[in-house]
């Protein structure tokens, strides 16, 4: 088991433009005020988007992409370094209009409708994402 501890953290509440591409401002916002560790939840809504998975046989990730409006009925996420740069690994569950709900990883590419952020930024060294060889995935 691996665990980090932090002594204090900073609180963030915002909002994405509509338009903005979610991961990419998320991770605009996180560098603009030097957020190297963290986690961070959203809700609001995409225009389009998508959601990905990690097929464990493949080793590979696998995309799922809609063209139309959804709900961002909950988006949750960590914020570390990888390779040097901040890195968010968030999940997010996206809901159609009859309630159907897609979840996994957030891709770049969900253009934002509506997306109101919180995020806890905790001070002291950050955790880095590293390759692990059991998963074939970086981990902390």
């Keep these: 088991m691996k665990s980090f501890a932090f002594k204090k953290c ?3 509440l915002g909002r994405l433009e509509r338009g903005a591409d979610i991961l990419a401002g998320l991770t605009a916002f996180c560098n603009t005020e030097d957020i190297e560790a963290g986690t ?3 809700i609001g809504a ?6 990905g998975y990690f097929d464990q046989a493949a080793s590979e990730y696998r995309e799922m992409r809609f063209d139309q409006g ?3 009925a909950s988006l949750t996420g960590n914020i570390s370094l990888r390779d040097g740069k901040v890195f968010l690994h968030c999940h997010v569950l996206l809901a159609d209009e ?5 979840g996994g990883h957030l891709l770049d590419g969900n253009i934002a409708f509506a997306c ?8 002291g060294e950050p955790p880095l994402r590293l390759p692990d060889e059991a998963t074939g995935l970086f981990l902390w």
Excluded: N
């Design 40 to 42: 961070i939840s959203a």
């Design 116 to 123: 109101e952020f919180s995020i806890q930024a905790l001070t």
């Design 10 to 12: 900073r609180y963030f």
């Design 46 to 51: 995409v225009e389009s988007g998508g959601v």
């Design 98 to 102: 009859q309630g159907r709900c897609f």
């Design 70 to 72: 959804m709900e961002i």
